[in-house]
């Protein structure tokens, strides 16, 4: 008779099946690539063979099985997916998987066939990311990693962080300000300020790295193009060899690369792909659009802590300002668990914590120089 750990066991493992089936389904009705978006379909075919195999488990075991339904994560994720892109949530799914195929190794039931699974799922994800990429089609990889290369392989990732940055530092601020016991008109200016110079230097700084990194692909590109009319049985020989890197035998990748390089418009976006891992349309995306994504995201958590004094006093705005910027912070606690799979309430706790520690530090700083300069 199964003990109730092992109960608890077979239905947190049938669960997180069910919500990566669902995930995979969902990539594979976005996928505009016919071949991945079958790779996608059996990934969660054989997530569906797993959700199988803990049905019949909790069954042995006497107890009840419900209707499969996904959790807020994956809904939430397949969101995401619908409207960012598929791109936005590899990175997820990888690390989900991993964590998987670890959690199996341990249990007596799946350390085998389901472990070694879970493993290969994280291998595929991460050569879809643009990884190894062993024995996949050479035009059809170069567009693929190309594609998912320019989401920047963790946007859903930046944007947590991006909006945790503003929430912290203006907290942190405002509440330094307010321990000085300036009036709540100098705390609303100071947030404001710290709010605006804050956005303003994060979105200076995506700009610049992504303009950066545009003028390089650019200049690259062009060598390419130039080595490619100039010298292409180099060129030819080099994406042979990328090719037998990634797991094709030598004559194939000869072939592949020479009938690439036939076509000189082709041969530099697949070296462009290959070599530099940009996809030549993008060039790693515009900078104005990073730029205003980080401006906006960085002002969304900072604006949260210093509202309420805008409509409050003394220390009434300050206990408001806390009150609400925790439950920001447990927001964007909640958040990350996206990307981790931890719990919402140890997660989201966590993150309210440090937040407030980090305020709490600068109002002490901010009472002791009030107090130093009031005496």
Same mark, same amino acid.
């Given at each position: 008779?199964?003990?109730?750990?092992?109960?608890?066991?077979?239905?947190?493992?049938?669960?997180?099946?069910?919500?990566?089936?669902?995930?995979?389904?969902?990539?594979?009705?976005?996928?505009?690539?016919?071949?991945?978006?079958?790779?996608?379909?059996?990934?969660?075919?054989?997530?569906?063979?797993?959700?199988?195999?803990?049905?019949?488990?909790?069954?042995?075991?006497?107890?009840?099985?419900?209707?499969?339904?996904?959790?807020?994560?994956?809904?939430?994720?397949?969101?995401?997916?619908?409207?960012?892109?598929?791109?936005?949530?590899?990175?997820?799914?990888?690390?989900?998987?991993?964590?998987?195929?670890?959690?199996?190794?341990?249990?007596?039931?799946?350390? =085998?066939?389901?472990?070694?699974?879970?493993?290969?799922?994280?291998?595929?994800?991460?050569?879809?990311? =643009?990884?190894?990429?062993?024995?996949?089609?050479?035009?059809?990889?170069?567009?693929?990693?190309?594609?998912?290369?320019?989401?920047?392989?963790?946007?859903?990732?930046?944007?947590?962080?991006?909006?945790?940055?503003?929430?912290?530092?203006?907290?942190?601020?405002?509440?330094?300000?307010?321990?000085?016991?300036?009036?709540?008109?100098?705390?609303?200016?100071?947030?404001?300020?710290?709010?605006?110079?804050?956005?303003?230097?994060?979105?200076?700084?995506?700009?610049?790295?992504?303009?950066?990194?545009?003028?390089?692909?650019?200049?690259?590109?062009?060598?390419?193009?130039?080595? &490619?009319?100039? $010298?292409?049985?180099?060129?030819?020989?080099?994406?042979?060899?990328?090719?037998?890197?990634?797991?094709?035998?030598?004559?194939?990748?000869?072939?592949?690369?020479?009938?690439?390089?036939?076509?000189?418009?082709?041969?530099?976006?697949?070296?462009?792909?290959?070599?530099?891992? $940009?996809?030549?349309?993008?060039?790693?995306?515009?900078?104005?659009?990073?730029?205003?994504?980080?401006?906006?995201?960085?002002?969304?958590?900072? &604006?949260?802590? $210093?509202?309420?004094?805008?409509?409050?006093?003394?220390?009434?705005?300050?206990?408001?300002?806390?009150?609400?910027?925790?439950?920001?912070?447990?927001?964007? =606690?909640?958040?990350?668990?996206?990307?981790?799979?931890?719990? &919402?309430?140890?997660?989201?706790?966590?993150?309210?914590?440090?937040?407030?520690?980090?305020?709490?530090?600068?109002?002490?700083?901010?009472?002791?120089? =009030?107090?130093?300069?009031?005496?």
């Amino acid at each position: 008779m199964a003990q109730t750990t092992d109960i608890q066991r077979y239905r947190d493992n049938w669960q997180d099946e069910i919500n990566s089936a669902y995930l995979y389904r969902t990539l594979a009705t976005l996928e505009k690539q016919p071949q991945l978006a079958e790779v996608y379909r059996r990934l969660a075919a054989t997530e569906e063979a797993h959700i199988g195999f803990w049905e019949e488990r909790l069954r042995e075991a006497k107890q009840t099985v419900p209707a499969r339904s996904p959790g807020w994560r994956p809904r939430t994720l397949a969101w995401l997916a619908r409207r960012f892109g598929p791109g936005l949530i590899l990175p997820t799914m990888a690390n989900l998987e991993q964590i998987g195929g670890h959690t199996y190794s341990t249990q007596p039931e799946a350390s =085998g066939g389901m472990s070694r699974q879970e493993r290969s799922h994280k291998r595929l994800l991460e050569t879809i990311l =643009g990884g190894s990429g062993s024995g996949a089609e050479g035009g059809l990889l170069a567009r693929f990693e190309g594609r998912h290369r320019a989401v920047g392989g963790n946007a859903l990732r930046a944007a947590v962080l991006g909006a945790n940055d503003g929430l912290v530092s203006n907290l942190s601020l405002v509440m330094g300000v307010a321990g000085a016991e300036l009036s709540g008109q100098a705390v609303l200016v100071t947030g404001l300020a710290g709010l605006l110079a804050g956005a303003i230097s994060m979105a200076l700084g995506e700009w610049l790295s992504v303009q950066s990194s545009r003028e390089l692909y650019q200049r690259q590109i062009r060598i390419e193009t130039l080595e &490619v009319q100039n $010298v292409p049985d180099e060129e030819e020989a080099e994406l042979a060899l990328i090719y037998q890197a990634k797991g094709l035998p030598e004559e194939q990748a000869r072939q592949l690369a020479a009938r690439l390089v036939s076509d000189p418009t082709t041969a530099v976006d697949t070296l462009a792909r290959e070599e530099l891992g $940009v996809n030549p349309e993008e060039l790693g995306g515009s900078a104005w659009e990073a730029a205003l994504t980080s401006f906006l995201l960085f002002a969304i958590g900072a &604006v949260i802590p $210093v509202a309420p004094f805008a409509l409050f006093q003394g220390m009434t705005a300050v206990v408001i300002s806390l009150v609400v910027s925790g439950i920001g912070l447990f927001v964007i =606690g909640a958040a990350i668990t996206l990307m981790t799979g931890r719990s &919402v309430l140890f997660s989201g706790s966590r993150q309210v914590f440090f937040g407030l520690a980090a305020a709490a530090i600068t109002f002490g700083i901010g009472r002791l120089v =009030g107090v130093s300069i009031s005496g």
